[in-house]
């Protein structure tokens, strides 16, 4: 909501970060000779400072023309959570109020919350029988 | 896909596909030349500060206003990454300070490659304290480590003072939040300048919260006074460990660049 007046930037920035993804990828792709990919996981936090719903958008345009052409994004939400330093409690939290839900000090420390992680790759490797057969 | 046991049944039993697991940051590349770049400045002993803001909240005018306080006492460059145009990079040379202009042209952000571009136009052995002022927003920039030491946040009094609860990504990453344009303050009354800190504070972010103006140089003791502290931290790690991160600094392969 928020970044509707940014959006312009905002989407060019998925678009940067999905062309890193991508070619994380592809490099994948290329060390295990597969022909193709079928699916991507990756775990974004509520702090990791990109909009999950354009990334998605995003990832079809930085697979065009590649051979990750076709995959699914698959998008793991991480919860945001943070441990007290005063009492050592741990709460889930909201982006902008990360104070401790149990004595309400704000010297906090981020559990999880901010990642930008690849966590999976799903390959379609060539039939080597398939491709024997045709030579 | 069985999500509960993590066993990749989609692939189970079906001999052409494989699952590769892997846990890597997905800005991995950028955070690569980022040390790198940050090798080099360690090499040097240059501190680097990364200035982030909305547009126009007022990075050129500090930086100016700065380098007048901090000239005798250091050497100082700039690198200009706020505009397309080099109006900025010539505003730092006016007062004979090297700026170099990354011409980011429609970019929302920095990135690590385009500050280590930049780098090769300046001098490191001859500098002190490299400024670099990011592209004007207060979103992208602060998903890109660029190598920079601190990281500084200005927020003007007229952007309303619930800006950090609006991006909390970029303020929780601040070392230090400047509150700009102070000399407007008795006109933009409803700016709280507590409000303001408050709002830094429910991010669990520790950072000094200064209010400035760039037209008042007397209002810029508190600001000044951090950049000099930080300056001898940051030296003294270097020269803790400038063993170590010399020898570790291999020269500028191309898959970093
Ligand atoms: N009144 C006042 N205006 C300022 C101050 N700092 C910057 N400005 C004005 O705000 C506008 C944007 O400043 P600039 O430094 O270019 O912002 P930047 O886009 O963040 O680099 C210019 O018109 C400046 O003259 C300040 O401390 N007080
Ligand atoms: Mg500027
Ligand atoms: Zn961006
Ligand atoms: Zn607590």
Same mark, same amino acid.
């Given at each position: 909501?928020?970044?509707?007046?940014?959006?312009?930037?905002?989407?060019?920035?998925?678009?940067?970060?999905?062309?890193?993804?991508?070619?994380?990828?592809?490099?994948?792709?290329?060390?295990?000779?597969?022909?193709?990919?079928?699916?991507?996981?990756?775990?974004?936090?509520?702090?990791?400072?990109?909009?999950?719903?354009?990334?998605?958008?995003?990832?079809?345009?930085?697979?065009?023309?590649?051979?990750?052409?076709?995959?699914?994004?698959? &998008?793991?939400?991480?919860?945001?959570?943070?441990?007290?330093?005063?009492?050592?409690?741990?709460?889930?939290?909201?982006?902008n109020?990360?104070?401790?839900?149990?004595?309400?000090?704000?010297?906090?420390?981020?559990?999880?919350?901010?990642?930008?992680?690849?966590?999976?790759?799903?390959?379609?490797?060539?039939?080597?029988?398939?491709?024997?057969?045709?030579? | 896909?069985?999500?509960?046991?993590?066993?990749?049944?989609?692939?189970?039993?079906?001999?052409?596909?494989?699952?590769?697991?892997?846990?890597?940051?997905?800005?991995?590349?950028?955070?690569?030349?980022?040390?790198?770049?940050?090798?080099?400045?360690?090499?040097?002993?240059?501190?680097?500060?990364?200035?982030m803001?909305?547009?126009?909240?007022?990075?050129?005018?500090?930086?100016?206003?700065?380098?007048?306080?901090?000239?005798?006492?250091?050497?100082?460059?700039? &690198?200009?990454?706020?505009?397309?145009?080099?109006?900025?990079?010539?505003?730092?040379?006016?007062?004979? &300070?090297?700026?170099?202009?990354?011409?980011?042209?429609?970019?929302?952000?920095?990135?690590?490659?385009?500050?280590?571009?930049?780098?090769?136009?300046?001098?490191?052995?001859?500098?002190?304290?490299?400024?670099?002022?990011?592209?004007?927003?207060l979103?992208?920039?602060a998903?890109?480590?660029?190598?920079?030491?601190?990281n500084?946040v200005?927020l003007?009094?007229?952007?309303?003072?619930?800006k950090p609860a609006k991006y909390p990504v970029m303020f929780r990453t601040a070392?230090?939040v400047?509150?700009?344009?102070?000399?407007?303050?008795?006109?933009?009354?409803?700016?709280?300048?507590?409000?303001a800190?408050?709002a830094v504070?429910n991010l669990?972010n520790?950072a000094?919260v200064?209010?400035?103006?760039?037209?008042?140089?007397?209002?810029?003791?508190?600001?000044?006074?951090?950049?000099?502290?930080?300056?001898?931290?940051?030296?003294?790690?270097?020269?803790?460990?400038?063993?170590?991160?010399?020898?570790?600094?291999?020269?500028?392969?191309?898959?970093?660049?």
């Amino acid at each position: 909501m928020r970044r509707s007046r940014l959006k312009a930037p905002t989407i060019m920035h998925e678009l940067s970060i999905c062309q890193a993804l991508v070619s994380q990828v592809l490099t994948l792709a290329q060390e295990r000779a597969a022909s193709s990919v079928r699916q991507v996981r990756i775990g974004v936090g509520p702090l990791s400072g990109v909009e999950w719903q354009l990334l998605q958008s995003a990832y079809p345009l930085a697979c065009a023309g590649t051979r990750a052409e076709g995959s699914r994004l698959e &998008i793991e939400h991480t919860e945001l959570r943070v441990r007290c330093r005063s009492c050592g409690i741990d709460s889930v939290v909201a982006p902008n109020h990360l104070t401790c839900t149990a004595c309400g000090d704000w010297r906090t420390a981020l559990i999880s919350g901010d990642e930008l992680l690849l966590l999976s790759v799903e390959l379609e490797i060539a039939d080597q029988k398939e491709e024997l057969a045709r030579v | 896909m069985c999500e509960a046991c993590g066993c990749g049944a989609t692939s189970l039993g079906v001999n052409d596909t494989e699952t590769v697991e892997i846990l890597g940051r997905l800005l991995d590349a950028n955070d690569r030349t980022a040390a790198h770049n940050r090798a080099h400045f360690n090499s040097h002993h240059v501190v680097a500060f990364n200035l982030m803001s909305a547009p126009g909240a007022g990075k050129t005018a500090l930086l100016e206003t700065t380098i007048d306080a901090l000239r005798s006492e250091y050497r100082i460059a700039v &690198i200009e990454g706020d505009l397309a145009t080099e109006n900025d990079a010539r505003r730092i040379r006016a007062r004979g &300070i090297p700026a170099v202009q990354i011409t980011t042209g429609s970019a929302c952000h920095l990135d690590a490659s385009m500050v280590h571009a930049a780098l090769h136009d300046l001098a490191l052995a001859e500098l002190d304290i490299v400024f670099i002022e990011n592209v004007g927003n207060l979103v992208c920039p602060a998903s890109f480590d660029l190598g920079q030491h601190r990281n500084v946040v200005l927020l003007s009094v007229t952007e309303g003072d619930d800006k950090p609860a609006k991006y909390p990504v970029m303020f929780r990453t601040a070392d230090i939040v400047l509150l700009t344009k102070m000399d407007l303050a008795p006109v933009m009354d409803d700016f709280d300048t507590q409000r303001a800190e408050d709002a830094v504070r429910n991010l669990a972010n520790a950072a000094p919260v200064v209010a400035l103006s760039a037209r008042q140089a007397m209002t810029l003791v508190t600001w000044t006074a951090w950049l000099r502290g930080e300056v001898t931290t940051i030296r003294a790690g270097h020269d803790r460990r400038s063993g170590t991160r010399e020898a570790n600094h291999g020269h500028h392969r191309p898959a970093m660049a």
